[in-house]
Structure formats: C-alpha cells, structure tokens
C-alpha cells in the first residue's frame, strides 16, 4: 500500500515527535484529541503524515511516534497553542506522553512524495548534505521556527538503507537520525 505525502511550500512545516506514557494511550486518543478535533479544524492545520519511530538516536527517552504538520502560518501554530480551549486540555497532553517535542518548522518545497507503507525512511537532522542517501526531500529549519534547537540544520526524508543505518550507528551528536516508518492514514 501506498501513501502520497503533499508539501505545500506555502504552508508552514511542522516536524514533532514524542512517546505515549505507559498506560495513558486511552488518555491521549480517548481524552485529548476528541477535545481538540474542533479546534484542529479552525486553525486549518493538515496533518501530511504519522509514523513510528523503529529506532533512533536521539538522546533520552526514545521517540516512538511522530509526525509532519502543515500550518498556514506560524501565528496560527501560536494561536493554537493560545487558544483558550487548549489551554484547558493541555494537561491532558502533557501528562499521557513522556516525551513531546514539537515547534520544529522547516521550509518544505513544492513536491508530492510517494510513499510506501511496508519500507522504512530515515529523518536525518544534520548541518551537512549526505549524497550517499537517497533523499526524498531536504529541508532547512525555517528562521522564524518557534523552537530553534535545530538552528542551521536540515532535516532531510531518505529511503533508509545501508548509509543511514551507518550514520544511525555512529557515535555523531550533532545529526540526529530517526529510522521510521509511515502510518496507514485513518480516513
């Protein structure tokens, strides 16, 4: 099965990843997001895609899930995040994961990306270009990204292969590498 992924270089890429608490998953997709489903809707983000985190290198608690957001603009992330009838379920949120990282925007091109459920893809964050990948996308971290803990990076979607698990395997900590795979969409 595939997946088509659409970037919308007029729309603001957002690239978040996190770990659900032991036993708090009916808290997250029972409580939390059944409350913000509406206001997803009136701040008109998209979702283009989630997928499970195989492994990773990133330090601390291991991502398992994550996702690329489309936002219509950086204001409307911050509003989402202001917004009253957030603020209300937040705690919600925050206590069904262990780890939440989020407010990374980087500059997506125009492209649709085919996408192949049962094969694995890399998200490497690095300062360098790697011309050994087979790069699907390279994106750099907007200036103005809420978070800047990638500032002068790239994220960079590959086909995972031989090369990103070597660079999965060494000892670099200032590329960040993401083995994942693509989720079944839900609608």
Known sequence: MTLQL?????????FAFGKIAQGKEMQLYGEYFPAITPLIMD?????VATFSVISSNYPGVSPEMGAFTQWTSLEGYQGFYSDPRFIKVKDLRDDSLELFSHGHFFQSLEQV???NL???YA?????DDFIDFTTLQTMPLESESPVQSYAGKSLT???WDDNTEKLLQSESTETQVFKIRFNKPTQ
């Not at 659409?6 to 957002?14: G, H, I, M, V």
């Not at 998200?123 to 300062?127: D, G, M, P, Q, T």
């Open 6 to 14: 659409t970037f919308n270089s007029k729309l603001q890429l957002e």
């Open 43 to 47: 701040y008109e983000n998209q979702q």
């Open 113 to 115: 990306i085919e996408i």
């Open 118 to 120: 049962d094969t694995d």
């Open 123 to 127: 998200v490497v964050i690095a300062k």
């Open 157 to 159: 979607l590959a086909l």
